[in-house]
């Protein structure tokens, strides 16, 4: 019998979700929810499609997205995340959105979590954070000792 080639088809993370209070389902006020997503659940949850989206999901600024509801850590959660494991209730049943994020090799909320335990000298203590959305426009005004960039405001982004 030959030696098995180990091989690992799956890139490289640097985030465990397990060791995480779930920023994710939680700072984020929008979970956006497809019609297949909605589909999704009523069939995990045993009701029509006119239930599950009146149970589980509101409009939001015109956009579908989960219900929220209080949280012990956080303000607010995804209704679905279980506020003592911190994990996903629906794990199969999740929506698109939930299963692509990160889409990437890290997770900025777990940077930030590493970073403050570290930093705090403590790894129990969890850091909280909040993200909303603001656009902002660039202007490149000149004055006597050259040009500098100027922000303005607009209203926040929904
Ligand atoms: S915030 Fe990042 S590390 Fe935490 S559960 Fe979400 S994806 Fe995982
Ligand atoms: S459905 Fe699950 S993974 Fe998605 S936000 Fe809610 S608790 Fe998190």
């Keep these: 019998m030959g030696i098995k080639k180990v091989t690992d ?3 490289r993370v640097y985030f465990d979700c397990s060791k995480c209070p779930a920023y994710c389902c939680s700072i984020y006020e929008r979970v956006v929810v497809t019609k297949r997503d909605i589909n999704r659940l009523a069939k995990y949850f045993g009701v029509n499609v006119e239930t599950a ?12 997205v989960l219900r929220r509801k209080q949280d012990v850590i956080f303000e607010e959660a995804c209704q679905f995340l279980n506020p003592e494991t911190r994990g996903c209730g629906i794990y199969h049943a999740r929506p698109a ?12 909320y777990y940077d930030v979590l590493q970073f403050e335990r570290r930093q705090q000298d403590d790894p129990n203590v969890i850091p909280l954070v909040q993200i909303t959305f603001r656009e902002v426009k660039k202007t490149v005004v000149s004055n006597g000792n050259g040009s500098e960039q100027i922000y303005e405001w607009k209203q926040e982004k929904q």
Excluded: I
């Design 53 to 64: 989206t009146r149970r589980y999901t509101k409009l939001y600024n015109d956009e579908r």
């Design 9 to 11: 088809e799956q890139p």
């Design 97 to 108: 959105v939930c299963r692509e994020y990160p889409d990437r090799s890290r997770c900025a």
